[in-house]
């Protein structure tokens, strides 16, 4: 059977020389950074690296970079760490209604701990208006984070006119590039913004890693108090192979950028116009233009997200519906009702995300064996039975 | 030159084996265990087999295994997500001076967030008296957190009758066992505790992973937001390849267990018995008995650590003066000044920690090459020139 993955934005494999970079560090060179020996020189030495060429992926200075342990642990660093150092500033937070959990979910966290969170809303592209934060942002105002692109639908958001607003307002504004760190341009000092997150395993680079890039002068609260390490803002011996791993995998995403957008785009676009005209009833989701290079994502109308990966997974084919952080929650996604979709239809949410090894057959692939899909659960649908009986009788 | 690592206490490095298990998941199964697809289940499938090879070494249920990113992220986990969650009932916590730096300094976060702490104090071996423990509780008391044995002298503490006090006060119980699981026997059950955290790079596993075991109906908030992952208590994609080395470290630990640790107790005595007929004035440091099996403390008095460690680093032998998260802090150790030892001997701090590499010739290599080191260093100390003066003027 084929075997098609195509859910990078849930995980990217490892880049072979990614890999590489990291099996000295996963033998011999086995070192804790923190020591004062040989052993621990070189793991110094190779971690402080990687944090030059996660620096130079986002036009930042090495010494501002913080590696974590996921994107997860940037976004919740930042909310918590940026709204517990300002307090003393104010205790409003703005965020958009469609950013990733670990962002609303810390978001929530501070609004148990006194803090006031407005959500500011999205068009039914996705797209935050940036005249919505400047209306949501107040005199106690201390927090702003609005997130780069939306890894489910695609959009890209007007981060630096938003950073514009957040600087005229005097406020820290962050944003959660998880999903456009070494896959599209970030430029820390061009987007403007004071705070950014990023993922290795967005990538090509291993799981288990992450950064917080804070701009120098800007306080951050630890999130993980303990010994000294990057510069006492973030304790516990440092994941030496996955920090490796993240800088092979920036310096490799930078020299190859325009390339790969070229092959990703490719692909998107030829799903994202074709698949419409095999099936009916698809809801494009997301900006039609300003988009991620690899996201093709759709509403298929009067089925179930669940049930189509599940026989397309049959069919060798690897989706997901809505965000894999979520899959498992068996909710519709907060992204597409903040898109004022509904309920109906944003349960049927597939979401293509494309890596570079998916070729034009791939695509072709799932353009061949997804009506089939579609069409055996219409079949079983109570609603598109009811929408067609509708339809004939309106004949 | 003949190059000897003995601070296994930083880190070990990886078992053979330990890097075979993980090398699929970064290569082919690279998947995100959240995903519905074959991809996903492959992934997930390893790591809930890793879960029960951890929750095996315990004697715990493996639902009950959180994985984490690191000892200090458990050690985070449990201090502020235990507090957090039990704080309807009080806000007072008790915690040993002695604690690894990310009990202490997350005891002080939540002193920030309003609790109360209380230091147990320890006796010149580095024991907590359980009775302190029950002097300390009081009515609000809602945890009680003691390390398991302290990394940086040795010394194991007597949990299970801490444990017994804190039953009877219907109080949480929290012990660090980062330096003890995987090393010595750890049955959470026989120990009665609530809570525990270990680390993998502490047993021949990987950096970048560690677990808190939380008894279950003990209520914790997460310290990651985000996502469902972990069963809603620690959110982020999870580190497969970590997890998997994690669970296979586990395995093989508890195999080899009784064998590794007669191997290093061997190794211990041997240099805790001749280092001080070699050297003059210099105290072994924890407890002469109850200490972890690979743990050789020891203080040499009128030297500073530090040199001492960098000679011989340039002799090829690598140790460390006090725990690896702080060294770079250059501060006395807070385990030895609670111990009562003087800031002037707790500076001349020497830690050897053997690992299952090192054989009774490495022994004598530091037997051979330290005492013209410590002849050297003290040759320049004044402290010591004092000393001798004084010393032969009382003659």
Not at 146 to 166: Q, S
Not at 190 to 207: H, I, T
Not at 304 to 313: A, D, P, R, T
Request: proline share 5%; net charge neutral; glycine share 8%.
């Amino acid at each position: 059977m084929r075997m098609v993955y195509l859910d990078n934005a849930a995980t990217t494999p490892l880049l072979p020389e990614v890999r590489e970079a990291m099996l000295p560090y996963l033998g011999e060179a086995f070192g804790n950074p923190s020591c004062l020996h040989d052993w621990g020189d070189k793991a110094r030495g190779a971690m402080e690296e990687a944090r030059s060429q996660v620096a130079q992926l986002i036009g930042a200075n090495a010494e501002d970079i913080i590696f974590t342990g996921s994107g997860t642990e940037s976004n919740n660093f930042a909310i918590k760490g940026l709204a517990l150092a300002q307090q003393n500033k104010g205790k409003h937070i703005v965020v958009s209604a469609i950013e990733h959990f670990s962002v609303l979910h810390s978001a929530k966290t501070m609004e148990k701990l006194g803090f006031e969170v407005s959500l500011v809303p999205v068009d039914k592209s996705g797209v935050v208006d940036p005249h919505d934060v400047e209306h949501a942002t107040k005199k106690d105002t201390i927090l702003i984070s609005i997130m780069h692109a939306n890894g489910e639908v695609g959009t890209i958001e007007p981060i630096a006119e938003i950073a514009r607003i957040a600087r005229k307002n005097k406020v820290v504004f962050h944003t959660d590039a998880v999903a456009t760190a070494g896959t599209i341009p970030v430029d820390v000092n061009e987007l403007g913004v004071d705070a950014l997150s990023l993922s290795g395993n967005q990538f090509y680079g291993p799981k288990g890693v992450g950064a917080l890039w804070v701009r120098k002068g800007v306080r951050i609260m630890p999130l993980l108090d303990g010994g000294v390490q990057e510069g006492g803002r973030r304790a516990g011996t440092e994941n030496v192979p996955a920090i490796v791993g993240l800088g092979k995998a920036a310096q490799v995403a930078q020299a190859s950028m325009p390339a790969r957008i070229k092959h990703l785009t490719q692909l998107r676009d030829r799903l994202l116009t074709k698949l419409p005209a095999k099936i009916d009833h698809v809801v494009v989701t997301g900006h039609p233009k300003n988009r991620l290079p690899g996201n093709a994502s759709f509403c298929i109308e009067f089925i179930e997200g669940e049930s189509m990966l599940m026989l397309l997974n049959m069919q060798g084919v690897a989706v997901t519906s809505g965000s894999a952080c979520t899959s498992r929650a068996l909710k519709a996604s907060h992204v597409l009702i903040a898109m004022k979709l509904s309920h109906a239809i944003a349960q049927g949410s597939l979401l293509f995300s494309f890596g570079l090894d998916n070729t034009a057959e791939d695509v072709d692939h799932v353009l061949e064996v997804l009506p089939p899909i579609v069409d055996r659960l219409r079949q079983m649908s109570p609603l598109y039975s009811k929408f067609t009986k509708q339809t004939k009788e309106a004949k």
